[in-house]
């Protein structure tokens, strides 16, 4: 397939000066189909896309397909969430027959359907080898679980609802759950746990995102646009703030946020594209990487600088193009 070189300019204000190569794939490349549901990439380089057919692991140029029928430990072929641990490598797929772990290139079934939430899609890794998921099947009745080292536990509080979009493992016992239902404290180090709501000062409307960056910033994609807690806290005397000025505006929806590795971030306004914050300023994407039109599912920056996007109709790469400026010291004209 032909790469595209595309230009992406300004939506509002001056966008950074840079080249970007698009490629798309989908069924007719090695996609399982074209709706990908989740994607990540794990430290070997990998990029793992997750759909309701299995998984495909990408290398840039072959697509391996892991599923069922090739490999017994996927429990279901239906996946609907997936995430890295940072610290182990260990990529956790969520399907709809419970938790996968492939560690090591091997795929492990995880606490077993008795024990872990079927339909699992909303996942967080909050320490080494441990893994927060909750189930988005409303029918469940085991919502919430903590995997530790592998080992499950269920957690069922009616009170904190089936939206959850946050966790932080704050350790000693204590963990910190932000649902569509509010903040909450859970304490899970006694025989019997126990959970708290807290009055904290949220962004308005209904919180989509939370994402935290490499400076300890937590940011919020919301209904009613974006937000920052610059502290990374959440308390009842300092709400977070709004973020965008005159490009984002209160009836923007931010469904998708992700980091950059050069400490800006990337995020996907719906109905209008996607949108860069870097240094304080907001920029927009034009032309064919605006994504105006496109139903963005998934947002992820690889190791690489490249955008990977999913979508409905299958996955986009925006690929950073190095450009070389030449002066006249370099023997052009005046």
Not at 131 to 146: A, F, G, I, Y
Not at 171 to 198: D, Q, W
Not at 215 to 226: A, P, S, V, Y
Not at 295 to 315: C, F, I, K, P, Y
Request: net charge negative; proline share 4%.
């Amino acid at each position: 397939m032909a790469w595209l070189a595309v230009c992406l300019p300004l939506w509002a204000n001056a966008f950074p000066a840079q080249e970007y190569s698009v490629r798309r794939w989908n069924a007719e490349q090695g996609l399982r189909q074209n709706r990908v549901s989740a994607l990540c990439q794990t430290p070997d380089g990998y990029m793992w896309f997750g759909s309701w057919f299995g998984l495909v692991r990408f290398d840039g140029v072959r697509t391996t397909v892991f599923d069922h029928a090739s490999n017994h430990e996927i429990v279901n072929d239906t996946v609907v969430g997936m995430v890295v641990d940072p610290a182990t490598g260990t990529l956790w797929i969520g399907t709809d027959g419970g938790v996968v772990r492939y560690k090591d290139y091997q795929f492990a079934e995880i606490g077993g359907d008795a024990e872990t939430p079927i339909g699992t899609g909303a996942m967080w890794v909050t320490g080494a080898d441990t893994l927060w998921c909750q189930s988005h099947d409303l029918r469940s009745s085991r919502p919430l679980v903590c995997l530790r080292h592998g080992v499950p536990t269920v957690y069922s509080f009616a009170e904190i609802g089936q939206g959850i979009v946050w966790i932080a493992d704050k350790g000693l016992g204590e963990a910190e759950i932000l649902s569509e239902r509010g903040f909450f404290r859970l304490t899970y180090s006694r025989p019997n746990p126990t959970v708290t709501r807290e009055d904290v000062r949220l962004p308005p409307g209904r919180i989509k995102k939370v994402v935290k960056d490499s400076k300890g910033r937590l940011w919020f994609g919301t209904d009613q646009g974006l937000f920052v807690s610059r502290s990374g806290l959440l308390d009842v005397r300092t709400p977070p703030e709004r973020v965008g000025g005159s490009v984002i505006g209160e009836n923007d929806i931010i469904t998708l946020i992700t980091p950059s590795h050069d400490g800006s971030m990337w995020f996907y306004v719906k109905n209008r594209g996607l949108f860069q914050w870097s240094e304080g300023q907001v920029y927009g994407l034009t032309g064919e990487a605006s994504l105006a039109n496109v139903q963005v599912e998934g947002l992820l920056e690889d190791r690489d600088n490249s955008l990977w996007v999913t979508t409905r109709t299958g996955v986009m790469q925006l690929r950073p193009k190095h450009v070389t400026v030449y002066s006249a010291a370099d023997g052009l004209g005046h």
